[in-house]
């Protein structure tokens, strides 16, 4: 079972600035099969990124993602203060899905 | 547009039988591949199981011995059965379609299940 441990656990940053989050697997991955989520206090988690880099639709272009094989990159060029959210990533391998356990991205 | 919403008792007593039902609206359920998911309060996201109305099931091994999976392509419902329930399942549970390579583009609101006598 592919395990994801994401880093950092909270990332406190201001408007305005770039957001760096990663997402490492136990072993290595199909980038197809690694998706990002954005999820904000009481709601469900929304789709940003999936197949590693493709956005998701009406997602904003300040959202992009790349990587390969056990490391897995989401960027947020330009925090807006809709951003400031919790982010999952999310694997598909072996007829299992499995989360990590997510990066908080908190205002400064 | 497609909705998902999901319903069941919002209690449950322990040793019991967890049962939710989502239904699909505005598509139907007989073209996607159909998820759980749920979230303790406070914790993060945990993957129950994933199904197609053809009857092909996945489940996360942890919960597998536990958990039914039912579809009504009539009623274009799917429902969700975790048997002898502890405390550890109380929580928020969605149901949410499949889209490109298992990502979850579509989320119902989710619906919060919690288990104490």
């Known amino acids: 079972e592919v395990v994801l441990t994401q880093s950092p656990g909270t990332l406190s940053l201001s408007p305005g600035e770039r957001a760096t989050l990663s997402c490492r697997a136990s072993?290595?991955?199909?980038?197809?099969?690694l998706a990002w989520y954005q999820q904000k206090a009481g709601q469900a988690p929304r789709l940003l990124i999936y197949g590693a880099s493709s956005r998701a639709t009406g997602i904003p272009d300040r959202f992009s993602g790349r990587g390969s094989g056990t490391d897995f990159t989401l960027t947020i060029s330009g925090l807006e203060p809709e951003d400031f959210a919790v982010y999952y990533c999310q694997h598909y391998g072996n007829f299992m899905s499995t989360f990590g356990p997510g990066t908080k991205v908190e205002i400064k | 547009q497609v909705q998902l919403q999901e319903s069941g008792p919002g209690l449950v007593k322990p040793s019991e039988t967890l049962s939710l039902t989502c239904t699909v609206s505005g598509g139907s359920i007989s073209s996607y591949y159909w998820d759980w998911i749920r979230q303790p309060p406070g914790g993060g996201l945990e993957w129950i199981a994933s199904f197609y109305y053809t009857g092909i099931t996945n489940y996360n091994s942890t919960l597998k011995s536990r958990v039914i999976i039912s579809v009504d392509t009539s009623t274009n419902q799917f429902s969700l059965n975790l048997s002898s329930v502890t405390a550890a399942d109380t929580a928020v549970y969605y149901c949410?379609?499949?889209?490109?390579?298992?990502?979850?583009?579509?989320w119902g609101q989710g619906t919060m299940v919690t288990v104490s006598s």
């Open positions: 949410a379609r499949e889209y490109s390579y298992s990502s979850l583009d579509l």
């Open positions: 072993q290595g991955v199909s980038s197809s099969y």
